[in-house]
């Protein structure tokens, strides 16, 4: 996508901001179940059914989605996306780049 397409696909949300700020308000919610089998929860994405479970520094298996690396990743991905999405839109040639690296120490207490 370039700056002209990037501005084309906002200009309609631009317009109803400016004629209701009210309706820029996004409410992100997250759900989630606990597992009955297992040390695990169940978070509906909207997209897909995502199990998380304990990393396996505290005993889990590795298997399912560790919510310790979920959250550096959902932060790692916001800031990728809005660096691609300002650049867009300033016209800036955005070469190769790495967002993170996702550091975030964990202390293991069992």
Known sequence: MDATGLKAMQAPLKEAYRDDASS??????????????????????GRALAVAGLHPATGGSGLELCSGDMLPEALVACAGVTLKAVATALEFKL????????????????
């Open 24 to 45: 820029a308000l996004v409410t992100l919610r997250a759900r989630g179940s606990i597992d009955d089998q297992s040390i695990a929860c169940k978070v509906e994405t």
């Open 95 to 110: 070469g190769a780049a790495t967002v993170g690296p996702k550091v975030i120490s964990i202390f293991a207490a069992l």
